[in-house]
């Protein structure tokens, strides 16, 4: 609960902000947010909405202004997208994707992989703990 009780606020600070609203952000900070797409989307299969998000803005603005970025896992995390995963693989035939990539990068990205998004970039971040969203 802690980690999406985090996600929660960070979307919410970042997503939910416009530059015409006062706000503690620097001004850069603003600026770049004209640059960022958010949007969330509910789906029963969240790892394949992803890839076919991503090949639908690669189509429209070109793989070189695309940049995704993804978290590694939520410790402790109660659901687990490794049965999608795994379809994803053994349907494109990526017998080279196996389950240390996913260990390695987190499901999502393996999915970006497998998925063959050519992005100019996927970014994977985790953080080491939530300690500092503590109130």
């Known amino acids: 609960m802690a980690s999406e009780t985090a996600d929660n606020i960070l979307w919410s600070k970042y997503a939910n902000h416009t530059v015409k609203t006062a706000s503690p952000l620097p001004s850069q900070v603003r600026t770049a947010l004209w640059r960022v797409r958010f949007s ?3 789906s029963p299969v969240p790892l394949r909405s992803v890839i076919q998000r991503a090949s639908t803005d690669i189509a429209g603005i070109g793989d070189a202004s695309l940049l ?16 999608e995963l795994d379809s994803i693989i053994a349907e494109r035939g990526h017998t080279s994707i196996n389950g240390d990539v996913a260990r390695t990068v987190g499901e999502v990205a393996a999915g970006l992989i497998a998925g063959a998004i050519n992005a100019s970039g996927i970014l994977v971040v985790q953080a080491a703990h939530c300690s500092s969203l503590k109130s």
Do not use: F
């Open 40 to 42: 969330e989307v509910s």
């Open 68 to 83: 995704i970025v993804t978290g590694r896992s939520r410790r402790l995390a109660a659901e687990s997208h490794r049965a």
